[in-house]
Nanobody, 127 residues
Framework: QVQLVETGGGLVQPGGSLRLACSVS????????MGWFRQAPGKEREFLAT????????SYSNSVKGRFTISRDNAENKVYLQMNSLKPEDTAVYYC????????????????????WGRGTQVTVSS
């Protein structure tokens, strides 16, 4: 069983920054593709970013490209989402997810690829 716990959410003013972290249990973290998603009230869960096993390949949605950065620390079993230039429309619950059935060099942009999810952390962007 793989468990994921997101931290780092909170209230931030427009234009501000937050760094989310996701701690992942399990002995094979370095072989998981990891992703970040978000879900705003009344909306579908939206893909944001994904990262390959070694962190050499990344992909972002157009809505966050250039503002958000995904990274990982395989020694610490953690994946991060650095969020800059935050906007009110970034307000949502943010989730990390693990794709445990991937291959080296791959990444996963679709929700259905992911096997395990965290419970989410709330991010609110408001003045």
């Amino acid at each position: 069983q793989v468990q994921l716990v997101e931290t780092g959410g909170g209230l931030v003013q427009p234009g501000g920054s937050l760094r989310l972290a996701c701690s992942v249990s399990g002995r094979s973290f370095s072989r998981y593709v990891m992703g970040w998603f978000r879900q705003a009230p009344g909306k579908e869960r939206e893909f944001l970013a994904t990262i390959s096993w070694a962190g050499t390949r990344k992909s972002y949605s157009n809505s966050v490209k250039g503002r958000f950065t995904i990274s990982r620390d395989n020694a610490e079993n953690k994946v991060y989402l650095q969020m800059n230039s935050l906007k009110p429309e970034d307000t949502a619950v943010y989730y990390c997810a693990a794709d445990i059935n991937s291959v080296s060099g791959a990444y996963s942009e679709t929700r259905d690829r992911y096997d395990y999810w965290g419970r989410g952390t709330q991010v609110t962007v408001s003045s």
